[in-house]
């Protein structure tokens, strides 16, 4: 065989070789196991910290806001979409089962007209509003700049909840 | 509130119309524009130097070798705007340890992989092999060894192994054309098989790219051999020179004609995305694409290599007139690579909007970044040129 013809096979053996000795050492241990990503994966995602409790868990002392909610057009939203997470705060009423609950575990309460704009500032990357018809699959929308802003007489700004209630607006 | 509705409001005066939320900021930015730019370059210039090896145009001659070592110097970079471009570069291998055969791009990884150890690679490593072999004896100290390890320590420079490298290096390059066809057709398949984009989505894609990209290559190997002559303050071969602009400009008509095609096509269809496409090409592209790449990038280029095809003015208004066509070209390619790129992701697939791009200077997005890349391929081909001078070649005749 012609000499460069040897030095050539040898070098493309040696990097064919490197190849896929680094695919083995470079490969994600438990890749293909299960499929075409990491086996492992599934098990990291179950060990991740949770941080919501899920409605089921509020339903236990604020049965009366629920039911309240269940009348609404917000009953289908979340009570952790507004006021965050709330596994912590769920777990110790569980574990000390108080109503003393430390400030730090207080979830927090939108009260102010920003938080209501999340949702309601109108915006036009969200779901149209039909003429006059409202229902539930719908986000009302308003200009949260310019809708009943302040008090005319004393200029002090109104708050959504002054005339809605979150539970039931 | 003020601060909330002040970036809400900020973000959506990027926006015409309605677009949906995740097409307000483009992700596809300049980078992705250089990835089809610089794989096209590479595949120009070596289709440039196949036609002197495979279709014996011996006139080419002269830019053999230096059409060849710009294809290396550009496809050793044409990777990096992707790879830049990735939130975790560091781990870009992944495609190549765990591929799966459903993602285009990590098949992709395999088809450069291929182009570059065996066809590119290769082809120069049969095409030097001898003059390896003889300058390692020639030269002294770090160059020496280079060239030793280069030629893997060969040391036959006997007529019988230079004919068989003769032999090998043609038969690589007769696999080279349908690698070079497969390289940068895959480009442009990546992105006409996107269907969910009308602006891509077009089994033309792959076609218009593959001559797009000759176009662009026999373009920058021009413009080079032009300069480098200039450089080394020697007369350039007009007879070569000629020939490419030649090919340049019949490249150039079939990469017009295709273009034309795709878009009478798209006229003529008028599908469901055609108003928002006419209102994107006369609007947020009616520059990029009218002006740079139309009229600049081929009207222009087109007329004055058509007129040279049977009205030749004297050598020296030729030879600048060359280099201006040239880079027209390469600026027009360029701009091509642009309207594809970002022009598919201005317009909302709801077709009831736009959204607008900002480049800025700086960034891993940024204009220094782009020109970066597109820098480092003339360091690494000056680089080559040093330690493989095509003109000390002894010169092989490439018939067999």
Same mark, same amino acid.
């Given at each position: 065989?012609?000499?460069?013809?040897?030095?050539?096979?040898?070098?493309?053996?040696?990097?064919?070789?490197?190849?896929?000795?680094?695919?083995?050492?470079?490969?994600?241990?438990?890749?293909?196991?299960?499929?075409?990503?990491?086996?492992?994966?599934?098990?990291?995602?179950?060990?991740?910290?949770?941080?919501?409790?899920?409605?089921?868990?509020?339903?236990?002392?604020?049965?009366?806001?629920?039911?309240?909610?269940?009348?609404?057009?917000?009953?289908?939203?979340? &009570?952790? #979409?507004?006021?965050?997470?709330?596994?912590?705060?769920?777990?110790?009423?569980?574990?000390?089962?108080?109503?003393?609950?430390?400030?730090?575990? #207080?979830?927090?309460?939108?009260?102010?007209?920003?938080? &209501?704009?999340? &949702?309601?500032?109108?915006?036009?990357?969200?779901?149209?509003?039909?003429?006059?018809?409202?229902?539930?699959?719908?986000?009302?929308?308003?200009? #949260?700049?310019?809708?009943?802003?302040?008090?005319?007489?004393?200029? #002090?700004?109104?708050?959504?909840?002054? &005339?809605?209630?979150?539970?039931?607006? | 509130?003020?601060?909330?509705?002040?970036?809400?409001?900020?973000?959506?005066?990027?926006?015409?119309?309605?677009?949906?939320?995740? @097409?307000?900021?483009?992700?596809?930015?300049?980078?992705?524009?250089?990835?089809?730019?610089?794989?096209?370059?590479?595949?120009?210039?070596?289709?440039?130097?196949?036609?002197?090896?495979?279709?014996?145009?011996?006139?080419?001659?002269?830019?053999?070798?230096?059409?060849?070592?710009?294809?290396?110097?550009?496809m050793?970079?044409?990777?990096?705007?992707?790879?830049?471009?990735?939130?975790?570069?560091?781990?870009?291998?992944?495609? %190549?340890?765990?591929?799966?055969?459903?993602?285009?791009?990590?098949i992709f990884g395999f088809v450069y992989l291929w182009y570059l150890m065996v066809v590119l690679l290769l082809?120069?490593?049969?095409?030097?092999?001898?003059?390896?072999?003889?300058?390692?004896?020639?030269?002294?100290?770090?160059?020496?060894?280079?060239?030793?390890?280069?030629?893997?320590?060969?040391?036959?420079?006997?007529?019988?192994?230079?004919?068989?490298?003769?032999?090998?290096?043609? !038969?690589v390059?007769?696999i080279g054309?349908p690698s070079a066809?497969l390289l940068?057709?895959y480009?442009?398949?990546?992105?006409?098989?996107?269907?969910?984009?009308?602006?891509?989505?077009?089994?033309? %894609?792959?076609?218009?790219?593959?001559?797009?990209?000759?176009?662009?290559?026999?373009?920058?190997?021009?413009? !080079?051999?032009?300069?480098?002559?200039?450089?080394?303050?020697?007369? !350039?071969?007009?007879?070569?020179?000629? %020939?490419?602009?030649?090919?340049?400009?019949?490249?150039?008509?079939?990469?017009?004609?295709?273009?034309?095609?795709?878009?009478?096509?798209?006229?003529?269809?008028?599908? @469901?995305?055609?108003?928002?496409?006419?209102?994107?090409?006369?609007?947020?592209?009616?520059?990029?694409?009218?002006? %740079?790449?139309?009229?600049?990038?081929?009207?222009?280029?087109?007329?004055?290599?058509?007129?040279?095809?049977?009205?030749?003015?004297?050598?020296?208004?030729?030879?600048?007139?060359?280099?201006?066509?040239?880079?027209?070209?390469?600026?027009?390619?360029?701009?091509?690579?642009?309207?594809?790129?970002?022009?598919?992701?201005?317009?909302?697939?709801?077709?009831?909007?736009?959204?607008?791009?900002?480049?800025?200077?700086?960034?891993?997005?940024?204009?220094?970044?782009?020109?970066?890349?597109?820098?480092?391929?003339?360091?690494?081909?000056?680089?080559?040129?040093?330690?493989?001078?095509?003109?000390?070649?002894?010169?092989?005749?490439?018939?067999?």
């Amino acid at each position: 065989m012609p000499q460069q013809i040897k030095r050539l096979i040898s070098v493309f053996a040696i990097f064919i070789a490197l190849f896929l000795i680094m695919r083995q050492v470079l490969k994600p241990e438990s890749f293909g196991e299960l499929g075409h990503y990491r086996a492992k994966a599934i098990q990291e995602n179950t060990m991740k910290e949770l941080h919501y409790a899920g409605s089921d868990s509020c339903a236990k002392c604020h049965e009366d806001i629920l039911k309240d909610k269940s009348l609404g057009f917000h009953k289908q939203l979340k &009570c952790e #979409v507004c006021h965050g997470p709330g596994l912590k705060h769920a777990l110790f009423i569980d574990k000390v089962n108080t109503a003393q609950i430390p400030d730090s575990l #207080v979830l927090y309460k939108p009260i102010q007209r920003k938080d &209501c704009a999340i &949702c309601h500032q109108i915006n036009a990357a969200r779901i149209k509003i039909q003429f006059d018809t409202i229902n539930t699959s719908m986000i009302h929308q308003i200009n #949260v700049l310019d809708h009943n802003l302040m008090d005319l007489d004393t200029k #002090v700004e109104y708050k959504c909840i002054d &005339c809605h209630n979150p539970h039931q607006p | 509130m003020e601060d909330h509705l002040q970036n809400l409001y900020e973000v959506l005066s990027k926006v015409e119309g309605y677009v949906y939320p995740n @097409e307000i900021e483009l992700n596809w930015s300049i980078l992705i524009v250089l990835y089809p730019y610089i794989t096209g370059l590479v595949a120009g210039a070596f289709i440039l130097a196949s036609l002197e090896r495979i279709f014996k145009l011996r006139i080419l001659k002269p830019t053999y070798g230096l059409a060849l070592l710009t294809a290396l110097a550009f496809m050793l970079v044409a990777t990096m705007p992707l790879i830049s471009h990735l939130g975790k570069p560091f781990r870009a291998y992944e495609i %190549m340890i765990t591929p799966h055969l459903s993602s285009a791009m990590a098949i992709f990884g395999f088809v450069y992989l291929w182009y570059l150890m065996v066809v590119l690679l290769l082809e120069i490593w049969f095409d030097y092999r001898r003059d390896m072999v003889i300058w390692a004896n020639e030269t002294k100290g770090f160059k020496r060894f280079l060239y030793k390890v280069l030629s893997l320590w060969t040391t036959d420079i006997s007529p019988k192994a230079v004919a068989l490298d003769n032999k090998l290096g043609y !038969i690589v390059t007769v696999i080279g054309i349908p690698s070079a066809f497969l390289l940068h057709g895959y480009v442009g398949f990546i992105f006409g098989s996107i269907k969910a984009n009308p602006w891509w989505s077009t089994v033309l %894609m792959p076609v218009i790219f593959l001559f797009s990209a000759m176009v662009s290559g026999i373009a920058l190997v021009m413009l !080079i051999y032009i300069l480098l002559t200039k450089i080394r303050k020697l007369s !350039i071969d007009m007879a070569c020179l000629d %020939m490419i602009a030649k090919y340049l400009f019949y490249f150039l008509i079939i990469d017009f004609a295709l273009e034309g095609l795709d878009q009478i096509h798209r006229i003529y269809e008028a599908e @469901e995305s055609f108003e928002a496409l006419h209102k994107l090409v006369f609007g947020k592209l009616f520059f990029t694409l009218f002006f %740079m790449q139309g009229l600049f990038g081929t009207i222009l280029p087109l007329l004055t290599l058509g007129t040279f095809q049977f009205y030749k003015p004297k050598e020296q208004i030729r030879k600048r007139i060359y280099l201006v066509v040239a880079s027209l070209i390469l600026v027009g390619i360029f701009f091509m690579r642009w309207n594809v790129v970002i022009g598919g992701q201005l317009f909302s697939k709801s077709f009831y909007g736009y959204t607008s791009f900002k480049i800025g200077l700086i960034g891993a997005e940024g204009y220094l970044m782009a020109s970066i890349w597109l820098i480092i391929p003339f360091i690494i081909l000056a680089f080559l040129l040093w330690l493989l001078p095509p003109w000390k070649k002894i010169e092989v005749d490439h018939e067999i």
